[in-house]
């Protein structure tokens, strides 16, 4: 069973920047899509970022040009660079594959408040 650890949340202010880890387990990382979804209180978790095994990209219109998700193999790691940061990314971060399995992490919070 793959076990996934995000790393890398924390309090910044608006328009701050912040990098997500997430370290999988599991000898078929490098094989199948990978992405971050979040969830805010009372919300549904949804999927903000995709990247295939082929490195393409994809994102939710509300993060398009300002996060950048990216996958290291070699380390079974995948990231989210978070620019630009606004106070409705406020959220719990987790990665999953794509479509998600049903083991999730503990997820990393992110707090974006002046």
């Known amino acids: 069973q793959v076990q996934l650890v995000e790393s890398g949340g924390g309090l910044v202010q608006p328009g701050g920047s912040l990098r997500l880890s997430c370290a999988a387990s599991?000898?078929?990382?490098?094989?199948?899509?990978m992405g971050w979804y979040r969830q805010a209180p009372g919300k549904e978790r949804e999927l903000v970022a995709t990247?295939?095994?082929?490195?393409?990209?994809d994102y939710v219109d509300s993060v398009k040009g300002r996060f950048t998700i990216s996958r290291d193999n070699a380390k079974n790691t995948v990231y989210l660079q978070m620019n630009s940061l606004k106070p409705e990314d406020t959220a719990v971060y987790y990665c999953?594959?794509?479509?998600?399995?049903?083991?999730w992490g503990q997820g990393t919070q992110v707090t974006v408040s002046a």
């Open positions: 599991g000898s078929a990382f490098s094989i199948v899509a």
């Open positions: 999953n594959r794509v479509p998600a399995a049903r083991a």
């Open positions: 990247i295939t095994t082929v490195y393409s990209t």
